[in-house]
């Protein structure tokens, strides 16, 4: 465990639920309990929770919350429509928005002594990863049918050999590409504020660490975002 303390595990140890040892437990229940779980409980549980209550009565006149929110949402909006037109924008912006919301605030509270981030284990950034993987495949058959094809084997047959086994080694380079990218980058946030905590305590030693540490996760979440939305974007396009 990155830090020396998780709250939401004791809490859960103290009502006698079992606790697995590393990230991920053998039975159901362990697995549920699983720090990577529970912690994306409170993510999910955050988001729906602050958004209801700043989004619960809109208004004419905006409050800060709701200013907040047309900010976010409205950017999101632009950068989704100027890069995969109004109608796929509309379509999967309540998927990729909320991977952007989720993955942003769960690269941030590991920052917070006693939590943890959902996205510093492989099993959270691996099925986010896989979900992308499939729709792009989704939306590229049902742009173009069986053609879609086209996309892995080139402009002519002559080149079907040579260019079949790269693409589709490069398609499936983008599922490590996604995950381990973000797994790795906040796994090794949360590995040195671990260790700047343990040996500094709560002085400012760690200080600069965590501003840092604010931007590589807004970062990452960017990224995983642009990827996701220039990949669905790329197979809506004609193969060439």
Known sequence: ????????SIILEKLGLPIPHGFVGHGLLEQLCAPYMTYTWMVMAFL???SKLTLGNLEMIPGAGQNFWEIVIGGLDDFFVENMGREMADKFFPMIATFALYIAVANIIGLIPGFMSPTSSINTTLAL???V????????????????YKHF????PVLIPLMLPIELISNFARILSLSIRLFGNIMAKETLLGILFTLAGMFFAPLPIM????????VQAMVFVLLTVIYFAQAREHAH
């Open 211 to 218: 501003v840092l540490g604010v931007l590589v996760s807004l």
């Open 153 to 156: 084997t080139g402009p002519m």
């Open 1 to 8: 465990m990155e830090h020396p303390i998780l709250f939401i």
């Open 48 to 50: 729906f929770i602050v």
């Open 133 to 148: 993987w499939v729709t792009h495949h989704v939306i590229g058959f049902q742009a173009h049918g069986l053609k879609y």
């Open 129 to 131: 990863t896989l979900i």
